[in-house]
């Protein structure tokens, strides 16, 4: 496939497998990363990607295989071995300490002797010059909870740089970012490739491996399916690589017909404890049969948002009706009398809210159902047709393993996912709630969940997507809403928006 | 091209999760009582022998260990009802010892108009109630107030004790009695010996504390088992304890749950008043919990906080009860202190350090193919 390079590659992966009980996650995984350049490393999840990474870096030990770092095989242990031998990883969730400044998040695990002042000097010294070499700019004194996201993440990249590395991992980097911020990821990665550090990119957004790598690895079942120049390929086959057939990634669909509002909130407010306004005279009307899409960068009052709307939190001023029930603050509802009306909701992290990992997925399969029939019959669970219930959705769903018996934790994203969503659509709700449909999803269960929202709105189903990937926005919502500090900044219609005037409502610039 | 491969460490097959591992670490603890008993110098296997034979080796010997066993298995369920809330009661000694005021009451005020086959239910009810009452403040002030259950419940005990002995010396203190108790029950608000139940049928028995609510203690088990994994109450009860957010989602109110589930753990903790008042002492007495309260957290989680666990923890905790009195008694130098320490190596074991042979069982048994 391809010529013997004479320099050493950055880095050399031999043979790695790796298997967590039955699941073969990495299977003989061979591959060359050139020094100096952006590697993507794009797949489905559960394809292998992250597990792979993981063991490049230390977290996981591979069951077999060998690792080389610049020609020479070494032993990663741990992620300390990782660092000590140049490599870097920037979480998706970011590891920083809110209430610390820069400098200190900077040093801490490096902290450099028993005091602490002379390593807060080095590091300043040293943080300097990261600055002017990479163009990296920060305020070392400034807190990290006083930092936007995009800025939180340059710390992120710059604590790798100072631990001394020259090999960087970036997983799905761009998960919490506006597209500006996205951009002016990539320009940090381009320069940080001309002053010849190694890019490894994770991430399953191809728009991203376009526009940004030089090489693109596919990996599909847990092996490299194609390494490609990214110049050579496009986004159409990098998908049918990852997927193993021919996706479509514009979805079809037929306008929506517009029925009575089921569900409308009228100067809906919520401040917390500390006086914060977290929802700030929100009104929205959402109608049978529609899709509206609220898109917004992540912690701009969404989540608060579904919250309410589900009962959960009660709001703290303003009103909200649901198919004819109002809910305010004296008369503040709960997720069980929602779900009687006949909403259901699909909640943003599926992990924390949405199941149980210890339970069975039979058991994750009635969560918020478990009271009545079809599933309490005498004041007992009727086990066998809760199992039978979690098989059908399963069947239906393309849920995999199809196995009820298996804890939830067991599952991958996508399938946890599709879970989720099957107990929530098998009900056949009059109101659908969905925070980030696809967060974590791979591209094949996409375009099936996709699909089944878009049924359900044909179905006569009001829905309402928060999401904070605007592709997803742009193509599923028959209305986009944009919010912006815990208000609605404004509504566009998806023929009449693009991600730049979108991008620019989140974040805040303008009210269209 | 180089090739490593490494043992991973899955999961231990479920047969080694519930019984050798649990065995594993009481072999352990047996291994250290061994080397201290022998630095005291006494033969560690003699001493073993006359443990065995105290707790197992006679039908008296094993009256007793069932019945120390019957508390066990009521405070370590207690225990594993609120642990599968996630609420960790430590006040089982204090539930147990109001849950037996409770009882007694019942008795001492109907026991001379009421038979036997309607008064023991009432007192077995008033047990619960009790026990739940006591276990219900500690949860309101959690549920309510955010105060912290393991510091109130840990507090009720203090409170229950003094409230005890208050109690005994100067209102339920039998009239002429130099000591703090009660008069004595009627019969007919006695739970049978287990020793009179068989010699009715004709099974001759040594006498021993042993009585009828050994099989109260077993449908316990029995309808924890039930109403934890196949009823909507104990299923929203474990949602709760696994994840609090996925309970509230699924809208359940957490208050009322914690309610719930700490007055089923107070409840079941009364029951230890059943078995020492209604069949045993026949009165009101003092200090009868005697430690089964915390004894039941060690229980708990030794059986992993399953019914069928609780009773196998509980059986042990029995015999070495009664096992651990005879060796103090056979043998001078191991004092009722040195058995102290040996049930403390167990419950160290079987408790802290349950997941320390867990690797090593990993390398032996989950070998990939």
């Given at each position: ?7 050493a ?24 990363i ?23 870096y ?33 979480h ?15 040093v ?59 090999i ?6 761009s ?96 401040v ?54 109002v ?6 509802g ?107 999803v791979d ?33 599923l ?5 944009v ?5 609605i ?24 | ?8 460490p ?13 065995l ?16 005291i ?36 369920l207690?225990?594993?009802v ?24 019942a ?11 309607l ?6 009810a ?25 510091i ?10 003094a ?5 005994m ?61 196949h ?33 089923l753990?107070?409840?079941l ?6 078995n ?34 609780i ?6 905790f029995?015999a ?26 167990i ?23």
């Open positions: 496939m391809q010529a013997l390079t004479p320099a590659a950055a880095i050399e992966l031999r043979g790695i497998d790796k298997s967590f009980g039955v699941v073969h996650a990495v299977r003989g995984v061979s591959l060359r050139e020094p100096g350049t952006i590697t993507g490393i794009v797949g489905e999840n559960g394809a292998g990607k992250s597990t792979l990474m993981s063991i490049l230390g977290l996981y030990r591979a069951d077999a295989g060998e690792i080389r770092v610049g020609g020479q095989p070494v032993e990663m242990a741990s992620p300390r071995d990782a660092i000590a031998h140049g490599i870097g990883m920037v998706q969730h970011f590891m920083l300490i809110d209430t610390f400044t820069v400098l200190e998040n900077m801490l695990g490096a902290e450099g002797g028993l005091l602490l002042a002379g390593g807060l000097a080095a590091a300043r010294a040293e943080l300097a010059r990261l600055a002017r070499d990479y163009g990296l700019s920060v305020d070392p004194d400034a807190r990290v909870a006083d930092l936007s996201v995009g800025e939180q993440q340059r710390v992120e990249i710059l604590k790798v740089l100072f631990r001394g590395a020259r960087l991992i970036l997983d799905e980097p998960a919490v970012l506006t597209p500006q911020e996205t951009d002016r990821l990539f320009d940090i990665l381009r320069t940080l490739k001309d002053r010849g550090v190694t890019v490894i990119l994770i991430t399953h957004k191809l728009r991203e491996i376009m526009a940004v790598t030089d090489r693109v690895h596919v990996m599909r079942q847990g092996r490299i399916v194609a390494e490609r120049r990214t110049r050579d390929t496009g986004s159409e086959e990098l998908a049918e690589l990852m997927v193993g057939r021919k996706v479509r990634l514009d979805l079809d669909k037929v306008p929506s017909r517009r029925g009575e509002i089921l569900l409308r909130t009228e100067h809906l407010s919520l917390d404890d500390r006086g914060v306004r977290l929802l700030d005279d929100v009104g929205i009307e959402l109608r049978a049969g529609e899709i509206v899409g609220i898109a917004g960068v992540t912690g701009n009052g969404q989540s608060e948002l579904l919250q309410v709307l589900a009962g959960i939190r009660a709001p703290s001023d303003g009103r909200l009706t649901v198919c004819g029930h809910v305010d603050a004296d008369h503040p709960n997720p069980a009398e929602m779900r009687a009306l006949g909403l259901a909701h699909v909640p943003e992290d599926r992990l924390r809210q949405g199941m149980v990992a210890a339970f069975q997925a039979s058991e994750t399969s009635i969560l918020g159902y478990q009271d009545g029939p079809p599933f309490t019959r005498h004041y007992l669970l009727d086990g066998p047709a809760v199992g039978a219930h979690c098989a059908e959705l399963m069947e239906r769903f393309d849920v995999r393993p199809r196995s009820p018996g298996l804890r939830s934790s067991h599952f991958s994203g996508g399938n946890q996912q599709k879970l989720v969503l099957a107990r929530e659509i098998a009900r056949r709700p009059k109101v659908l709630l969905v925070g980030q449909p696809t967060r974590g591209i094949g269960a996409i375009e099936f969940i996709h699909r089944e929202l878009v049924k359900a709105r044909d179905a006569g189903c009001a829905v309402l997507v928060v999401s904070v990937e605007l592709d997803e926005i742009l193509s919502a028959d209305r986009i809403l919010m912006f500090a815990g208000r900044v404004g509504e566009v219609e998806p023929g009449r928006a693009d991600e730049r005037t979108l991008g620019l409502m989140m974040a805040g610039a303008e009210a269209a | 091209m180089k090739v490593r491969r490494r043992s991973l899955g999961p231990l097959p479920i047969w080694a999760e519930i019984v050798l591992l649990p594993v670490n009481i072999a352990l603890a047996f291994i250290i009582v061994g080397v201290i008993v022998a630095i110098g006494v033969d560690p296997f003699h001493a073993l022998r006359l443990l065995v034979v105290g707790a197992v080796g006679s039908s008296e010997s094993i009256g007793y260990t069932l019945y120390y066993a019957t508390n066990f298995t009521f405070t370590g207690a225990v594993a609120a642990f599968h809330a996630g609420l960790f009661n430590i006040g089982g000694e204090g539930q147990a010892y109001i849950g037996g005021l409770g009882c007694g009451l008795v001492l005020a109907l026991d001379r108009w009421l038979p036997a086959w008064l023991v239910p009432i007192a077995i008033a047990a619960a109630l009790f026990g739940a009452a006591w276990a219900a403040v500690p949860a309101w002030l959690q549920a309510w107030r955010g105060s912290h259950i393991v109130t419940t840990i507090m009720f005990n203090f409170v229950a004790s409230l005890m002995v208050y109690l010396v100067n209102v339920l203190i039998a009239p002429g009695s130099m000591t703090p108790q009660s008069r004595t029950f009627a019969p007919s608000g006695r739970i049978p010996a287990m020793h009179d139940v068989l010699q009715a049928v004709g099974i001759a028995v040594a006498p021993s504390a042993l009585n009828l609510s050994i099989v109260l203690a077993l449908a316990c088990c029995v309808a924890v088992w039930v109403f934890l994994w009823t909507p109450w104990g299923y929203a009860l474990r949602t709760m304890g696994h994840n609090p957010e996925a309970a509230v989602y699924a809208g359940t109110n957490l208050r009322r749950m914690t309610m719930v589930a700490m007055c753990s107070g409840a903790a009364g029951f230890v008043g059943v020492e008042l209604m069949g045993v002492h026949h009165r009101i007495v003092l200090d009868f919990p005697a430690g089964y309260g915390f004894a039941g957290i060690a229980v708990a989680l030794m059986g992993r906080s399953h019914p069928l666990g009773v196998l923890a509980a059986l042990l029995g070495l009860q009664q096992g651990g009195a005879e060796l103090a008694f056979e043998i001078p130098s191991i004092t009722r202190e040195m058995v102290v320490v040996i049930q403390g190596l419950i160290l074991f079987s408790g802290a350090l349950a997941h320390l042979p867990r690797p090593w069982l990993q390398a032996l048994l989950v070998r990939r193919a």
